[in-house]
């Protein structure tokens, strides 16, 4: 199993910068991306970026791309994203996202989510 714990949402000014934080713990040994995900109210789950946890190849949505940043610190198992130029539309609840590769009983990808911390991007 793998635990994620979040941090680092808020509210926050047009134009202006949050960066969230992302801590795993438990059976880390597989991970084998990391991301982050969102959900507006009404809205479906949509990605926001991802990091692959060996080749560290990144994936930003169209929405986000030249504002926000994905990023890791291994020694501390945590991942990060910093929000630049934060709109409203970024307003929505960000959740950390771990993808473990698991072999046995059949080769798969496993899910897990973190709690979720709200961003609200507002005059």
């Known amino acids: 199993q793998v635990q994620l714990v979040e941090s680092g949402g808020g509210l926050v000014q047009p134009g202006g910068s949050l960066r969230l934080s992302c801590a795993a713990s438990g059976s880390i040994s597989s991970i084998v991306a990391m991301g982050w995900y969102r959900q507006a109210p009404g809205k479906q789950r949509e990605l926001v970026a991802t990091s692959t946890s060996t080749a560290g190849k990144t994936n930003y949505a169209d929405s986000v791309k030249g504002r926000f940043t994905i990023s890791r610190d291994n020694a501390k198992n945590t991942v990060y994203l910093q929000m630049n130029s934060l709109k409203p539309e970024d307003t929505a609840v960000y959740y950390c996202?771990?993808?473990?590769?698991?072999?046995?009983?059949?080769?798969?990808?496993?899910?897990?989510w973190g709690q979720g911390t709200q961003v609200t991007v507002s005059s």
């Open positions: 996202n771990s993808q473990k590769l698991v072999v046995t009983p059949k080769i798969q990808r496993i899910d897990y």
